[in-house]
């Protein structure tokens, strides 16, 4: 059936337009008395003209996503490139793509490359996470293994009385990252749980800051004063 307010056409059960919403029910009265007994319908005092059909004159009338109505003509859009088509064209003018595509199943994810991952890890502790998008962890990881790495090896190179107190603890800090890592990838590739995530890391963030701060009180403490003039 067509409907009286905006001439969209809708099916015979509906209720209602599926365009302006209109109900297409008739009135109360004459659902329930007979046909004999209702009085015909009387004629409008004034003429009303008829709505013109969604779409008419403006750009964009549908809310379904990936299609919009432009005039009488109902376009849809590509899923590769957005290039909106007429709904009579197949394939996309502008990349080739079809229109059933529009309909097909996404494309499934790639399997992450465990054996790279590890690789990568045992060289960057972190860049394995990162690899097999665990970007939260792997960026945590790679950032506290070089800074402790680099940071410990600066520490050990500048001499003084002991370095090794204030070195130590970056050094092992950062050897922790590396094995914890390594170990952590082949457990999320059985689907368990990471060890070095969490209270365990800050923990062991904690400890090597505060550990790397009395290594270096103590280095200082242990530098030889110059001796006082005579």
């Known amino acids: 059936m067509r409907c009286p307010a905006c001439a969209a056409t809708n099916p015979d059960s509906a209720a209602w337009c599926g ?3 209109t109900s297409l029910r008739p009135p109360a009265d004459e659902r329930t008395a007979p046909a004999e007994e209702r009085a015909p319908a ?17 750009t964009d ?4 996503p990936g299609f919009r109505r432009r005039g009488d003509e109902l376009e849809w859009a590509c899923p590769t490139c957005g290039t909106y088509s007429s709904i009579d064209v197949l394939t996309c003018d502008v990349c080739g793509t079809g229109f059933a595509e ?14 790279t991952a590890t690789a990568l890890s045992a060289v960057a502790p972190g860049a394995g996470h990162l690899a097999v998008g665990r970007y939260g962890s792997g960026f945590a990881r790679l950032l506290l293994f070089t800074g402790w790495l680099l940071g410990g090896t ?7 009385g002991r ?18 890592s390594l170990v952590d990838l082949q457990r999320a590739r059985r689907g368990e749980a990471e060890l070095l995530t969490g209270r365990p890391l800050l923990w062991l963030v ?21 001796a006082a003039g005579p």
């Open 163 to 180: 370095p090794l107190l204030s070195a130590g603890p970056l050094l092992l800090g950062a050897l922790v990252v590396w094995a914890a």
């Open 19 to 21: 365009q302006c919403y």
């Open 206 to 226: 904690v400890g090597v800051v505060v550990l790397t701060m009395l290594g270096i009180f103590a280095t200082v403490a242990t530098v030889p004063r110059p």
């Open 154 to 160: 600066l520490l050990a190179g500048a001499g003084g």
């Open 102 to 115: 529009r309909f097909g199943a996404p494309a499934p994810a790639a399997a992450p490359n465990w054996q």
């Open 61 to 64: 009338t549908l809310t379904t």
């Open 42 to 58: 009387a004629a409008p005092a004034t003429p009303q003209a008829p709505r013109p059909p969604v779409g008419v004159g403006t």
